[in-house]
């Protein structure tokens, strides 16, 4: 079960971009603040739709606050948590950026953060840089 869109007073910023008309490159950045609730071990909280006829193009993460004891989250989709980021630190103030393959399209889905402990202090800011493209897989 992933925790759902607007269900929790977790995250604050663009949850639901729109997709351009134009093939372009777009970054969508949220926070989630696990101070505002408690979030159990290994229950995925949705950050944002990945738009239609988009791909990752890359994912920056940067621990706000680090929860004070042991945690380490994933940042993945809905049907892949950890698709994007595996096992990050959240007990120390990073920074970390991944460019996943090129060639990865995905449908329309979820862009989550499943973090791997209990959460109750964290705060954890998420960039999502998606790159429109019409054209077929591993174009742009």
């Known amino acids: 079960m992933v925790l759902s869109l ?6 604050t910023g663009v949850q639901q971009p ?7 490159t777009f970054p969508v950045g949220v926070e989630i603040d696990f101070s505002n609730e408690f979030v159990a071990a290994d229950v995925p909280v949705a950050l944002m739709i990945h738009p239609v006829n988009c791909r990752v193009s890359n994912v920056f993460h940067a621990v706000r606050t680090a929860e004070g004891s042991t945690m380490t989250y994933d940042i993945g989709t809905d049907t892949d948590a950890d698709a994007y ?17 090129l060639d990865r399209l995905e449908t329309q889905g979820l862009i989550t953060v499943t973090p791997k402990n209990n959460a109750e202090t964290m ?8 790159t429109r493209t019409t ?6």
Not at 18 to 24: A, F
Not at 85 to 101: F, K, M, R
Not at 123 to 130: A, G, I, K, P
């Open 85 to 101: 980021v595996d096992g990050a630190d959240g007990n120390a103030s990073t920074l970390g950026s991944v460019q996943p393959a």
């Open 123 to 130: 705060v954890l800011y998420v960039e999502v840089e998606f």
């Open 6 to 11: 607007g269900s929790r007073n977790l995250v």
């Open 18 to 24: 729109h997709e351009p008309s134009e093939d372009r």
């Open 135 to 140: 054209n077929s897989l591993g174009s742009a």
